[in-house]
């Protein structure tokens, strides 16, 4: 048989060349490292100066050992088995009431059937009167769509933002850097043209307004800029935009056409004294009638907060201001995917309807929400103390979410010896923090950084003790770091 008959239809040089192109290096390289070093050590391998790997570089709560939220997991396991467990005295009303309410929606009253393509009624409902109570503003459930975490719910509307058109006529997004790395692996992926803006880290990560400015007028001869994309709290800067922020972003965004994806995944994480989260559909309501026209798409998760759900991929999307021919073809869209799945649907439930005071399931809900908050508070502050004392490292106060993005001064014989092995500085630090500590951490270049300086993202996840510890091997490894290559 020739060679050409044998050649498989899917290879390197005949597949999409933008799914190729596409990177996402919260799962990168460097995991890839840290994922061999762990199945190593499990098979006995004691050659290596650590005994476990410690993942840094992804905000997986449970994962580094965040408990489950019980009021949450009761609600899911309610209406996974509802034959037996209703029956059960262990399990609380109101916990009980609410399984019912969902599972009367469900086809077949199980979690096991297809829901409609926008989610339970339900439960967009609850997600409704969620955004009406932190707001204060009316909403509706047919603005609503569930997604499989906020990812998938992105992921649809910069689809929906896509001209079709090649060259200067193809979609330009602008997205901060530094990102959160699903912007720039789906814009690499839809062949769109990213238009880049950079934070101000001179100014605690503030969104500079005219660096946005500058960013859009460059681009305009290279693409047709379609979208602006904000993270607050921001990943992985950890930076909470102020309400005067806000404002001008949505000015910009209507002076300028542009469409709004607001991501709000962390709107639970706030640390900062004086500080507070402010949604951009509350502020774009605020301004008045005269912002009627800006285009808004906000994103909220379960997998973040004190919630911490990551794999039950529960997330919604509401639109915003969108015009209604526009939103029955994004409707028209996601019924291909059928539905997202009913048990992240139900996660996002227990968020949006909470027990409330004199529920029975109040108490031990707000003891566990309170405990996780607070430590995560805890360790924003301590991982911002310590950076800022190391030799060699500027640190902004982590005001929000769940990372801290420090830069490191980084040798110029350290740099060199990246170069020689064909890698980034701070890919080559991250590596060598790995090799020597098990520390698994993100270097900053797979986020967007300014040419010349250097970073990396670490979580702020693991318990108050390992991360005590954790923190400090970090700073051996660095004094080490800097006594080997200065």
């Known amino acids: ?9 899917l290879r390197m040089d005949t597949m999409n060349p933008y799914v190729k192109a596409m990177e996402y290096a919260v799962r990168g390289p460097i995991v890839m490292r840290a994922n061999e070093i762990e199945l190593d050590l499990r098979e006995g391998n004691n050659s290596y100066p650590f005994e476990k790997i410690v ?28 034959e037996y467990l209703m029956n059960d005295p262990n399990f609380p009303s109101d916990c009980k009431e609410r399984a019912n309410r969902i599972l009367n929606d469900c086809r077949g009253k199980s979690v ?4 409609n393509s926008e989610g339970l009624q339900v439960i967009r409902e609850d997600v409704t009167s969620y955004i009406e109570a932190r707001d204060g503003f009316p909403a509706s459930p047919d603005n609503i769509i569930m997604t499989t975490g906020a990812s998938d719910g992105i992921k649809i509307i910069l689809n929906m933002l896509m001209t079709g058109e090649p060259g200067k006529k193809r979609a330009g997004i602008m997205i901060p850097v530094p990102q959160y790395p699903l912007y720039s692996a789906t814009i690499t992926e839809y062949n769109a043209y990213p238009i880049y803006y950079y934070l101000d880290e001179d100014n605690n990560w503030a969104l500079n307004l005219k660096e946005v400015g500058a960013a859009y007028n460059k681009a305009k001869s290279h693409c047709q800029p379609r979208a602006i994309c904000v993270i607050n709290p921001g990943n992985p800067t950890g930076q909470v935009l102020t309400k005067e922020n806000i404002c001008d972003i949505i000015k910009f965004a209507k002076q300028e056409k542009l469409f709004i994806l607001a991501d709000e995944v962390y709107q639970h994480n706030i640390y900062a004294d004086g500080l507070e989260f402010h949604s951009f559909k509350k502020v774009l309501t605020e301004m ?7 285009e808004l798409a906000s994103f909220m998760s ?17 639109l915003t201001n969108i015009d209604p021919d526009a939103k029955k073809v994004i409707m028209k869209s996601i019924t291909a995917r059928l539905c997202p799945p009913l048990m992240g649907q139900i996660a ?3 968020v949006v309807n909470p027990p409330v005071k004199g529920e029975p399931s109040y108490d031990l809900f707000m003891k566990e929400k309170t405990f996780v908050l607070s430590q995560l508070q805890k360790k924003a502050r301590l991982v911002t103390d310590t950076f800022k004392s190391i030799q060699g490292f500027t640190c902004n106060e982590v005001q929000g979410a769940m990372y801290c993005f420090p830069r490191i001064n980084i040798p110029e014989k350290a740099i060199t010896q990246a170069k020689q092995r064909n890698m980034t500085p701070d890919s080559f630090y991250c590596y060598e923090l790995l090799e020597n500590t098990g520390i698994c951490v993100i270097p900053g270049s797979g986020f967007g950084q300014r040419a010349g300086t250097y970073h990396f993202r670490i979580t702020i996840l693991p318990p108050e003790e390992e991360f005590n510890k954790t923190i400090i091997r970090f700073k051996e490894f660095h004094m080490n770091f800097l006594a080997k290559y200065h």
């Open 348 to 350: 996002i439930a227990a």
């Open 288 to 294: 008045g009638p005269e912002y009627s026209n800006v």
């Open 55 to 82: 993942k840094s570089n992804i905000g997986d709560c449970h994962a580094t050992g965040q408990k489950p939220i019980t009021f949450i997991r009761q609600l899911m396991a309610l209406c996974l088995y509802p």
């Open 112 to 115: 096991g059937s297809y829901s």
């Open 1 to 9: 048989m020739s060679k050409e008959k044998n050649q498989k239809v």
């Open 302 to 318: 379960a997998s973040k907060g004190y919630m911490g759900e990551c794999g039950f991929r529960g997330g919604y999307c509401e």
